[in-house]
């Protein structure tokens, strides 16, 4: 790649990158405020261990410190089209519905009348509540119980009733180690037509144990010469890591022509703070180069 077009991949890469929390992490958000640029969107999850209160209230804090929120939608924990209504309304009322992240969710059957993302993104839900961004979710090195057929079938679904529905949208991916894994896939991406923007999903710096946990948890590839390129040794599992080589050698071989929008999603593991310096310090360094 010319000179030229890398420095541009790399600040295309490295631009706008967005953080992930849980209703429980606003002390952790509030700590690392200082080192989150403004205008950030963070995104804040859907467990099913946290209540609508909780929720509303993080993305609530998110905007009071002058970043975007991202409120999390999960399809198959909702119970009922007015749960629905009941938690979009309460964003818009106190933090901001403009942006959400729609996603089926962990339980095995729904627990009411929305079976998946697209149930949510068709069911008119969205833009009765102002909702005018919806990131859908991506999986460049598959999902453990989904086949890849089926998943290349519900993007391209997603992409197009985003579409249809007039709501401008993202793909967000789930996390990994391989970056020969992501580009084959924003290659494959592309090549079916999808032009939607991608931030790919990036574990911030943690504990080499609690990054393996998490891998095994999600079905993300850990073998050995995966994780040895990536930064760290199965056989050595003290100490942190965090993705300096990874979001590098994805900075270096991405070509816009090709791979179309790409940005940077942190899954703080390791926790807010910890992930906004380290995103602080590496952008810094590289606009040093």
Known sequence: MASSNYDDS???????????????????????APAIAPGTRVNVTFLGNEDLRMRVSAAAAVRAHGFVPVAH???????????LDEFLGALAREASADEVFAVAGDPAEPMGP?????????????????????????????????????LWSALERKTAALEAAGLSGAIL???????????????????????????????????????????????VGSSAGIVQKYGFSLTNLL???????????????????????????????????????????FTAKAGAR
């Open 10 to 32: 790399y600040r295309m890469l490295l631009h706008d990158p967005s953080l992930e929390m849980t209703g429980k992490d606003v002390p952790g958000l509030e700590a690392a």
């Open 114 to 150: 929305y079976e998946d993302a697209l149930a949510l993104i068709e069911s008119g839900a969205f833009q009765r509540h102002g909702v005018k961004h919806v990131s859908i979710s991506g999986y460049p090195e598959g999902h453990p119980e989904i086949s890849d057929e089926l």
């Open 173 to 219: 991916t789930q996390f990994g180690f391989d970056v020969d894994a992501v580009l084959r896939w924003l290659e494959a991406v592309r090549a079916r037509g999808i032009r939607t923007p991608v931030r790919i999903g990036v574990p911030g710096p943690a504990g080499i144990k609690r990054l393996l946990s998490y891998a095994r948890r999600f079905g």
């Open 239 to 281: 100490g942190t890591a965090g993705p300096d080589r990874f979001v590098g050698e994805l900075g270096s071989r991405l070509e816009p022509e090709t791979h179309g929008s790409v940005q940077l999603h942190f899954y703080t593991f390791g926790g807010v703070q910890a992930t906004a310096e380290w995103i602080r310090k």
């Open 73 to 83: 939608i999960s399809a198959r924990r909702l119970s009922s089209q007015g749960e």
